[in-house]
Structures are given as C-alpha cells and as structure tokens.
C-alpha cells in the first residue's frame, strides 16, 4: 500500500478531539481528507491555517477572475515547480471548468512547453507570465511587472487574485514535495458540475 507522505500521518481512528476538529474543517465536499491536509496531521494548528488560506485563495466569495483561469494558474505554477500531486487535482479542476476539450488540451500542452502564449493573449497571458516569474525569479520582481499587467487591462483585485494563487501553490508544491505527499487514497478533483459549483 503506498504511504501518504514521508513522514508519519494519523489516521482518522487515532485521532483525539482537537485533530477531529481540524479533519472535519479540512474535508473536501465530497467528505475525504486529501493527504495534503492529512500531512499536517501531528501539528493541527497549521493544518487550519492551510484550510483558511486555501480556501480564500480559490474559492473566496469575492473574486472576480474565473475559477477556472486560477485553475489554470494554480496548474502552471504546479508544472513549473514540478508537482504531480498539485497539478493530478488542480489540472483535473481546470479541465473540468473549461468543459471544451480541444481547448483544454491545447492549454495543457503550452503549459507544458511553458509556452502560454501558445493558448492565450491579452491579461490572461500576462497574468501567467507574471506568475511564472514569481515562481520562478521572485527575486527579480519589480514594479514594470505589474504594471505591465496593467497594461494588459487587469486590475489590481485580478492582480492581488492571481498573486495570492501563485503565492499559495509554490507554499503548497514545497509542502508536498518536501514531504513525499501522494494521492493515493485521495479523490481528485474538487468540482462537481461544469459550471463550477462544488458539490
């Protein structure tokens, strides 16, 4: 049986009543702990820190760029940092919300050639630019960044949007990835209808 992580887990049977808390705060809607918050398990206070800021970042009430283009992010993120267990369910939730396939697949191969203009222009380009840089030369960002997503006609709710998902996924690849996370007992994929509305 493969292992969820590389470091020890407890169990739903093992848990006592502080860890109950924080499991039921993590479920999915489908009612499954994903291993990605299972392996917070010997420390639950940042498993409930993870749960609040997961769910802020791509399913907050107040966001105005699609779930499905911060899908989209969420998975370039997870290709550039190279994260299979990130891109397994966040690329299954892109796919599903776009609901075309011939579209998805060509977003899934210029992703995979980090290649984005290949399947987008305008601020959507420019916002996966501006991700990819921030994931890949934080150190280099500057002002010009953003302004050329101006530029590009984002507004900075759209920017704060998709620099919150970029934020989040490389904490969340060096999560798992760091720590052997895989996706075995988990169910991939977070949406339960093609218009985006979780089950």
């Keep these: 049986m493969t292992r969820p992580a590389w470091i020890r887990t407890i169990p739903d049977e093992e848990a006592d009543e502080a860890l109950m ?10 009612g499954t702990l994903d291993n990605v918050m299972r392996v917070h398990s010997l420390r639950p206070a940042t498993m409930k820190g993870h749960v ?3 769910r802020g970042v791509l399913h907050g009430e107040d ?6 283009f911060l899908e989209t992010v ?8 190279g994260c299979a267990y990130s891109l397994t369910h966040h690329w299954a939730n892109a796919r599903r919300l776009m609901n075309d396939k011939a579209r998805s ?3 899934r191969a210029a992703l995979d050639a980090r290649r984005p203009e290949d399947a987008f222009e305008g601020g959507e380009l420019a916002l996966l630019r501006y991700a990819a840089k921030l994931t890949t030369d934080a150190g280099a960002m500057e002002k010009a960044d953003v302004d050329a997503l101006k530029a590009a006609g984002c507004d900075d709710g759209e920017i704060l949007e998709v ?3 970029a934020a989040y996924f490389n904490y969340a690849n060096r999560l798992v990835n760091g720590l052997g996370v895989s996706t075995a007992g988990d169910t991939v994929g977070y949406y339960g209808t093609d218009d985006g509305e979780g089950e």
Excluded at 21 to 30: C, G, I, K, V
Excluded at 63 to 68: I, L
Excluded at 74 to 81: F, P, T
Aim: glycine content about 4%; overall charge positive; charged content about 15%.
């Design 105 to 107: 697949d060509r977003v």
């Design 52 to 54: 609040a800021l997961y």
């Design 63 to 68: 966001g105005a760029v699609p779930a499905r």
């Design 21 to 30: 808390d924080a499991f039921a705060l993590a479920r999915t809607p489908h």
């Design 74 to 81: 969420a998975s370039y993120v997870s290709i550039l940092n």
């Design 163 to 165: 620099n919150q998902v």
